[in-house]
């Protein structure tokens, strides 16, 4: 189930919401209850342990020790 990020263009609020694959809905506004609202564009926050770094590198293990194998 994706969660969406949302900006009310009433009140400026941002939200996020769960979302069902059949459930397209439009949202309201938890603070002002309006549905004037525009989905965001949002990077995923998913990062597994391995995966290539921003600097092109891998990360090691969180303690500092040396990787299995290596």
Same mark, same amino acid.
């Given at each position: 189930m994706p969660?969406?990020?949302f900006k009310? &263009?009433?009140c400026n609020h941002q939200f =996020?919401? +769960?979302f069902l694959s059949s459930d397209d809905s439009v949202s309201l506004c *938890? &603070?002002?209850g309006?549905?004037?609202v =525009?989905? +965001?564009m949002s990077a995923g926050s998913f990062r597994a342990e391995g995966? *290539?770094?921003g600097s092109g590198g891998f990360d090691g293990p969180a303690c500092g020790g040396s990787m299995?194998?290596?």
């Open positions: 969660i969406f990020e009310c &263009k009433d =996020e919401e +769960l *938890p &603070k002002c309006k549905g004037n =525009e989905k +965001l995966i *290539p770094t299995p194998g290596g």
